[in-house]
């Protein structure tokens, strides 16, 4: 996580935090779709 942000900035910290909130949203919605 530190080598992210040493190489990319805020920018690498936006994306990590980004892709983690669009992971977490797909999973909800195969949930919903699911039920």
Do not use: R
């Not at 920018?11 to 919605?29: C, D, E, N, P, Q």
């Amino acid at each position: 996580m530190e080598q992210i942000i040493e190489e990319y900035g805020i920018g690498g910290i936006l994306f990590v935090i980004g892709t983690g909130v669009v992971a977490g949203l797909g999973k909800v919605l195969q949930l919903i779709a699911g039920v």
